[in-house]
Structures are given as C-alpha cells and as structure tokens.
C-alpha cells in the first residue's frame, strides 16, 4: 500500500471503528425554556437574559430535572450552556469563597467545580478557579475554558464589573437505569453584600440529555 493510500485509510478506519459500537443516540430530553416549560424540574424558574429564557438564577440553591421511562441505555450525555454572572471568586478562601457549582446525576458527583470572574490586570492578583477540573487542588486562570467572557451582569444596576461568562459544559457517563435525576448546585460564600443574587448567581440554558446504546 503506498504511502499515500495508507494516510487515506487509518482515518477512514478510526472513525468507523468509533461509531462501529454506538447502536443508537436518542435525544431524551431538551429544553431552551423559550415556553416557560418547567414540566420535570423542581425548583425552577425562569428569567430573560441576553435577550433569550434561561433556567435561574440561582445563589446558595440549585434545581433538579427528574426523567423517567427512559430507553435501554448504556450511557448518558448531558450538555447546556451555563451562565456564570458577576463577581465569582473561584478557589478563594474564606470570607470570599470558594465559590462551588456541582453536578450530580443519580446522587453521584460528576462535576465539583469553582469559578471565577475576577479581573485580571497588569499587577493584579486573580483568584484562579477550578474549572475545567474540580475543587480542590486545581488552579487554572478565571475564565479559562469560556465559550463568550463579553456578556453583562446579570443586574442592570449591579455595581458589578464582573459581567458573565458563557461555558458550554458536555458531561457523558455510564448509565442505565430507566429514570436519571440530575440536579445542579451551587455553594457561594459571600459575606460583604446585601444583595447576593446580584453579587454572585448562575443560570442554564439549551439542556440536553441524551442516551446512547452501545
Ligand atoms: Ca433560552
Ligand atoms: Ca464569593
């Protein structure tokens, strides 16, 4: 085989050989909450920002999204757009944070995270987050893995210069059970405001789930 021929073929083979064991991918469940449809989620409510509905905000809460009924399965997939508004300190300690967001599905932790909206002048100090890895012992620069770090606050009047950052989280994991819960927390410590929701909070957008049968 000519040199050539084989650099067309081992690509070629590799992604036949990915897609060989994936059966079947069905889209379970999905909601950019443009209707307001709160049906499986408790603890929900929605709000506009950047000019689309979100899920949130949320600060020291979170909510769940409970599906049932779903088809045989061997993983599960799920992505959205989550929104990280204001003045998030990352890994900081205490009386600033950290400042935690967390996924679990099922009662197990997938994501156990920090992040951090802080500045980051010449000759300032930045508080690192976590994220894209988990709290604690991991330090990366604030923002790092955003998909847009140009969004406003989240309150119009907020003294906040923080604005939102957009990341686009994809978490896929074993799962076959017919029912998932997945819920999404966060633990903000704030100790100097009064009006935390404006200081510190989290939205999600365009929720997808999806099984995946091998
Ligand atoms: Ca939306
Ligand atoms: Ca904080």
Redesign the pocket.
Known sequence: MSKRLLFLVIPLFSVLSCHKNVKNVAVVYHNDFETNDLTNITNGDTVTFNHTTVLGTYNNSGFTLSLKSLPAHDLVTVSFDLYIHD???GN?MAP??P?IWTMLADGSQYINTTFSNDDCGPGQFCSPQSYPLNYPNNYNNPKTGAYRTDLPGFCSWSFSTHGTTLYKITKTFKHSGSTLKLQCIDK???TNTFTPKC??SWSIDNITVKATTL
Do not use: A, C, I, T
């Open positions: 003045s998030w300190d900081k600033d944070g400042d903000l410590v704030q200081d510190e």
